[in-house]
Structure formats: structure tokens, C-alpha cells
């Protein structure tokens, strides 16, 4: 199991970032393009919905990759709502992301509460991605194995299915 953190101001001018910082950690396959999605929809959904999106608010993206899936976790500054999907209106322009994360995924969830909340997906791989080469993509992404952050959770996943 390989582990990458990464934190960003919670802004959404932002998210273009959390997609490239999905790619240079799995490379540019058909795997990384959900990782890319899911993080966004994760990233974006505690922008707009949890104290991370708040003036000086900060969100973590950590994605632990696994021989056969990734596990995508936002770490976010909580807020007063809890995560699920909803049934927007036809006619809304909002209210699918997590929809979209629950149809990508092989499965999700939440964890913490309103002041600190992780909100986690994993995506399996029909075909694992290939490990990117020393130097390439992933280059200079430090692992952060058992690191502690200074938004939401803690990064211990359990790595366990």
C-alpha cells in the first residue's frame, strides 16, 4: 500500500489542483480519470458544504493506492450537515456529486462529525494502473504513511476491506 496527502486551501479554484494531484499520483490511465472525478466531487463537496470552505479554511486529499483499488479521503474542517445522497430536482444545477461518487465507487462513507469529518470512497480497478516510474508523474510526492494532519481525521485507514 502506498500512501500520498496532500492539503489545499479550501477554495474552488482549487479542485484543478486535487485532479492533478490525483493524476500525478496514478498516472494518466482510465483508473486515475475516477480517482481524478470522485476527488473532485469530495474536495468540492467540503468547500461548499463544511468550514473548509470558510476565509483561511483548508481541506486534505489523501489517496492510498492498493494493488487493487484506491481509496480517495477527504479530510475536511466539519460542518452541520451530515454527507448523503440526495434527490435534486431535474432542473438543479447542484446536488449529484455524491451520487456520482456512490455510482464510481465499490463503496463510501463517512467518519467524524461536525467539527472534523473524513468522507472516503474506493475505487476498484478492472486493471491496476501501472506503478508510475522513479522520476515520473508521482516524483517528489512524499508518502505519508501514518502522518498526522491538521484537518479532519487522522490518515489511518486500516488499509482493510
Not at 103 to 124: C, F, K, N, P, Y
Request: glycine fraction near 12%; charge should be negative; proline fraction near 6%.
Amino acid at each position: 500500500m502506498e500512501i500520498w496527502s496532500k492539503e489545499f486551501p479550501g477554495r474552488s479554484e482549487c479542485l484543478a489542483e486535487v485532479r492533478l494531484f490525483s493524476f500525478a499520483v496514478l498516472g494518466d490511465c482510465d483508473a486515475a480519470h475516477m480517482v481524478a472525478l470522485v476527488a473532485d466531487e469530495l474536495a468540492g463537496n467540503a468547500i461548499k458544504h463544511t468550514a473548509s470552505g470558510e476565509p483561511g479554511g483548508e481541506f486534505v486529499v489523501r489517496l492510498a493506492r492498493f494493488s487493487d483499488r484506491c481509496r480517495v479521503r477527504v479530510d475536511d474542517q466539519g460542518g452541520p450537515s451530515i454527507p448523503a445522497i440526495r434527490t435534486p430536482y431535474e432542473d438543479d444545477e447542484a446536488g449529484r456529486g455524491l451520487t456520482i461518487v456512490a455510482t464510481l465507487s465499490a463503496r463510501w462513507g463517512t467518519d467524524g462529525d461536525e467539527t472534523a469529518r473524513s468522507v472516503w470512497a474506493e475505487i476498484a480497478f478492472d486493471e491496476a494502473p501501472a506503478i508510475p516510474e522513479p522520476g515520473g508523474p508521482a516524483a517528489g510526492l512524499p508518502s505519508q504513511v501514518g502522518a498526522k494532519r491538521g484537518v479532519g481525521m487522522t490518515t489511518d485507514d486500516g488499509g482493510k476491506r
